[in-house]
C-alpha cells in the first residue's frame, strides 16, 4: 500500500502519513489527533490498535496541542482600563436600577404581586431520568403530552424497555457503549433523527422504512431493528457505518 492510497483511506493527508511512519510527531497536532491517527492506522492494517498506542506512550512522549494567536491578526485587544471603565458603568446602572425599583416599591407605584403573579402560575418541568429510554417521534410530528404518574410505592427499579411501535412504523433501538454520532433518513428522504448520542444511553426512533443510516463511531454502538440485531460490521469503515435498512 502506497502513502497516497493509506492517506486517501483514511481521509488524511500524505503528510500525516509520512510524519506517523517516520515518527516525527512534532509535525502533527498535538497527543489527542496523534493518537487518533495513529489507531485509525493500525485498525486499517488490521493490527492491534491498543497494543500500538501502549507501546507508542510508553516510549514516547507526546507534545501537547499550542493554542496561540497571531503576531499581528489586527485586533485591539482590551486593556485593564477597559474593562474596569465599563464594570464601572455596568455597576453604576444596576444600582440606579434596584434604587428606582426600591423607590417605587415604597411608594406602591409598582404592584409586586401583579409582577410575580405570571410566574407563579407556571406549571412545575419534570426532568426524565438519565436511566430512562428516550423515545424520538420524527421532527414534523407534535409531540405528546406528558402526564406524571401518582406517587406510590413500588418495588426496585427495572430497566425500561422500548415501547411498542406505533401502526405502519418501523422501530430502531440503539444502545451506546461510546459517544457516537447517528443520522437517519426514513423512507421520504427526511432527516428524522440527528444528534451526538453519550455512552452508556439508548435511543429508540420510529419511522416509515427503508432507512438510510449514517451510524460513527460503529464499533461501540449495538443496534435492533424490529427485535432483530443488525451487525453494523459489514457496513463500517474506518469507524463510520453507513447502510440501508428495508
Known sequence: MSLAEAAASLKMSPRQIEAVEAEDYSRLSGATFIRGFIRNYAKLLKIDAAQVIAALEARTALPAAELSAPADSGVRMPSGADRQGKGTVAATLFALTLLGIAVALYFNVVDLGALLKPYSDVPAVLKPSSEQTQIVQPLAQPLAAVVPAPLAEAPAAVPAAPPASRPGARQLVFS??????????????RTIFSQMNPKGTTQVVEGRSPFQLVVGNASYVRLQYNDQPVDLGPHTRVEVARLTLE
Open 176 to 189: 451506546f457503549d461510546a459517544d457516537s454520532w447517528v443520522e437517519i433518513r426514513d423512507a421520504t428522504g
